[in-house]
């Protein structure tokens, strides 16, 4: 079932799965008729036979998503760390993989981005959070934080801020960067952390700030 | 009906063989697949030190394919035989090398040589430096000769969809290599809209996918129809078991499967079941379906 936002920037699809997933996986998701390559999306819940993912609008899959049925791969990736208390960030739909760990594990604090209303509106925040809007940034809010253990998901900009921020504390970053064949096979989705470089697909997608090198990529 | 194929005296139990690259050394894909499935295994590209490969980004989309430029990322010669020694013997063992100069490639297929049925040479790797080896045709020479020196195994010379196949297919013949894999990602580009500069660091990257499968099919025939004792392994675009005959019917002993395996590994199962129900239904061994389109095909 696909459910889109007011202005149908964001789709939130829901599909019929008995299995398991925990908070930090990933699915692939394409269509019988394509995209070619299946994309990766993170579960944003999975609850009563039923698995949802965020999706913002405008990538190839969405001309596919009302017209052929979807096929589902995974869960692929590591889960997140279950930590005590966490304060949790996110950027734009990197809410995705936040909202799966706060239905799941529950949070210390929360700061949300969204570049506007239109997604705010359109998924489940806890009350007991900050959302903050362009342009104004999480980073802004989350620097007055005094909690230790810290989840960020968003765009690799945000995710530079924070770590600037806050990567003395214990800080886990969920990483994105395009892939293709999601089980650690291809090569593509590469960082470069203190050990060498590493896959998103199968050594992440969760990576310590302290040990992956966010300037190692050309944009 | 029959799919075992033999190929410069090694025998394919069916005519797939996965590509260099995308199934790295096989470790995840037989998670999905049993090596009894397929023909045969080519390992991703050893050279002899470690190479870190490219910064990412190195994968684009694109509508019936991908762009990428991973750049060779392998452990070096030394890391990859404590790998080698565990690759699966149920199907043909292609180990695939790589490197800048003929001593490169003389080197690791001297030390690799034990563990491999067949050796391809990777000459036309879209996404390392500036030029592929397959441009510079006395390099090419050179290091075909420097491989055949060291090794009796069959050598398969890995070629580049942007120079002549003929040129290099005449190359790898004089060198005595026997089979010629036609062949590697084609180089391409893609800029970005936003910023106005190419998505990748290193500017090109390598295509592949279905959008690239009458490129190389057209490029197997010419092969074929100049050189008809070479044994060629079609590599392009195969998504299915239609593919594989279309590809041996333009003259490939063998066909290769990169893209598709990496999206989906399992479908090597349904795609050599498909191919065996199609060979039945055309009552042929899938030797005789070898270049058929050169002999005026079904008659």
């Known amino acids: 079932m696909l459910k889109r936002s007011a202005k149908g920037s964001y789709i939130l699809l829901d599909l019929p799965y008995e299995g398991k997933a925990l908070p930090g996986q990933f699915f692939t998701i394409t269509t019988s008729l394509g995209p070619y390559i299946p994309r990766p999306f993170s579960v944003y819940d999975l609850k009563d036979g039923k698995i949802s993912f965020l999706i913002k609008s405008g990538g190839e899959i969405e001309k596919f998503l009302d017209r052929a049925p979807v096929i589902m791969n995974g869960p692929f990736g590591n889960p997140l760390p279950e930590l005590k208390d966490p304060l949790l960030i996110s950027g734009g739909v990197g809410y995705a993989p936040i909202h799966f760990y706060i239905s799941k594990y529950g949070f210390g604090e929360l700061v949300a981005g969204f570049a506007d209303e239109e997604l705010f509106d359109f998924v489940d925040i806890p009350g007991s959070s900050v959302s903050v809007f362009d342009p104004t ?3 802004e809010i989350v620097k007055f934080s005094t909690l230790e253990n810290i989840i960020a998901c968003g765009p690799i900009e945000m995710l530079k801020s924070v770590k600037k921020a806050l990567g003395q504390r214990s800080l886990y970053l969920i990483m994105e960067e395009k892939m293709a064949c999601a089980r650690g096979m291809c090569e593509g989705c590469a960082v470069m952390t203190s050990d060498g470089v590493k896959f998103v697909c199968k050594d992440g ?9 966010l300037e190692w990529t050309y944009l | 009906m029959d799919l075992s194929v033999i190929v410069d005296g090694v025998k394919f139990k069916n005519p797939i063989v996965t590509a260099s690259g995308p199934l790295g050394f096989g470790d995840e894909f037989f998670k999905y697949v ?13 050279t002899p030190k470690p190479i870190q490969g490219n910064i990412p980004p190195r994968i684009l989309y694109l509508e019936n394919g991908l762009l990428n430029s991973i750049g060779l990322q392998n452990p070096g010669v030394e890391k990859f035989k404590e790998i080698a020694a565990s690759l699966p013997k149920e199907c043909v063992k292609i180990i695939s090398v790589g490197g800048e100069r003929p001593e490169d490639f003389a080197e690791v297929t001297s030390k690799i040589e034990e563990f491999a049925d067949m050796i391809e040479i990777n000459l036309s790797c879209p996404n390392i430096g500036g030029k592929t080896i397959s441009s510079d045709f006395e390099l090419t020479k050179s290091v075909l000769a420097s491989c055949r020196e060291v090794t009796k195994k069959p050598l398969i010379a890995k070629i580049s969809p942007d120079v002549d196949p003929l040129i290099q297919s005449r190359i790898a013949i004089d060198a005595g290599v026997k089979i010629v894999n036609i062949g590697n990602s084609i180089q391409g580009m893609r800029i970005n809209l936003k910023t106005g ?21 057209w490029k197997v025939y010419q092969v074929k129809d100049a050189f008809p004792d070479l044994s060629i392994i079609g590599l392009g675009g195969v998504r299915n078991a239609s593919d594989i005959i279309e590809y041996a019917m333009a003259g490939s002993s063998l066909v290769g499967i990169g893209t598709q395996f990496m999206i989906n590994p399992s479908s090597a199962v349904r795609i050599v079941d498909d191919l065996q129900n199609k060979i039945d239904s055309l009552k042929m061994n899938f030797a005789d379906l070898i270049g058929i389109s050169h002999r005026g095909g079904f008659i």
């Open chain 1, 137 to 139: 940034t999480p980073i």
């Open chain 1, 205 to 213: 997608p969760t990576f310590k700030a302290s040990e992956v090198d």
């Open chain 2, 34 to 46: 049993s090596a009894e499935k397929i023909g045969g295994f080519t390992t991703k590209t050893v």
């Open chain 2, 197 to 217: 500069r190419p998505f990748l660091k290193g500017v090109k990257g390598g295509l592949s996918g279905p959008a690239f499968m009458p490129v190389i099919l």
